[in-house]
């Protein structure tokens, strides 16, 4: 009798998982689909399918950025800039708010990209945002399941000038972060306090201290699996940098890694956000949409989004990309 018992309650399980399966595979087909993908290189076969494609997951946006896609919870957040609002979406639910105000937490009014930009999931699981409004790095007080908009500033400011408005934001295994801070969040000029666009470091003690300044609008950053090397985009040229770490993880050298200027024709859009995968493969924004990089700087693939990108985020495997693109956002099942 419990040998048929057990066998009843095994088999309505698996009844029940090829159901939801079938309905996750349902919803997918029904969703709008955009662009193309394109192999530059052999390689590029090894790390996405040539047929894979990109859905569109929620549109309605004004200035999508900052995806992080949270594996434990199986969810994508990501940030409407002009908005101040950071949204969740989930196979289930779709796209719902989840956190706002998220980048301006003041009560005067304040126009231009005030919102959160670049999102981080940090080491001890707590979620981190490049605060345009607030021009600063903070953490949020709650957990990332209770969502709140109450902020610990990690920095906001360096040599004792408020900060322009940081962007976006990686952390190596020690726990030092690194981050960018152009000033495309300023609401105007004269905001400014800094006299240029500053790449900084935080370190265990929370001291802020000044990488590099020579990159006139630095944008996206990622370090390479080891640690060892940092990748930033500058928006302004369309250029992407790598630059090697010495054992202080401060910049030792380094120079131009990827030039997207002779590439404008491929697409709208430029150098923005980046993720490195595990392998070291770089995955950045440049015209048309995300270009996958091998270690040494060649195109190996491009995903065709038909709109200008500005970040993206992989999934714990590698196998899946999200990107934000203007109005919309995107999701690409790489590999099976």
Known sequence: MKQILTIIILTAINLASCTNSNKTDELQKSRPTIGSVEILDPMGNTLIDSNAVVEILGEG???????LWLEKQQMLLFSDVPHNIVYQWTEKEGVTPYLEPSGYTKAEERGGEMGSNGLLLSKDGKLILCQHGDHAIAAMNADIT????????????????RLNSPNDIAQDQMGNYYF????????????????????????????TSLLIDSISHPNGIALSPDGKTLYISNSGTSTLYAYNLDEEKNIQSGGVFFDFR??????????????????????????GGVWILSKEGKPLAKINTEITTSNCSLSKDGKTLYMTSTDKVLRINMRK
């Open 146 to 161: 209770q969502p709140q908009p109450d902020y610990i500033t990690l920095t906001n400011s360096y040599n004792n000038k």
């Open 61 to 67: 946006y004004t200035w999508s950025e900052g995806p």
């Open 180 to 207: 960018t801070d152009p000033g495309y969040g300023l609401a105007k000029k004269e905001d400014q306090e800094l006299p240029f666009s500053g790449v900084y470091k935080i370190d265990n003690a929370q001291k």
């Open 262 to 287: 002779n590439l404008k024709d491929k697409g709208s859009g430029g150098t923005d956000g980046l993720k490195v995968d595990s392998e070291g493969y770089i995955f950045t924004t440049g015209p």
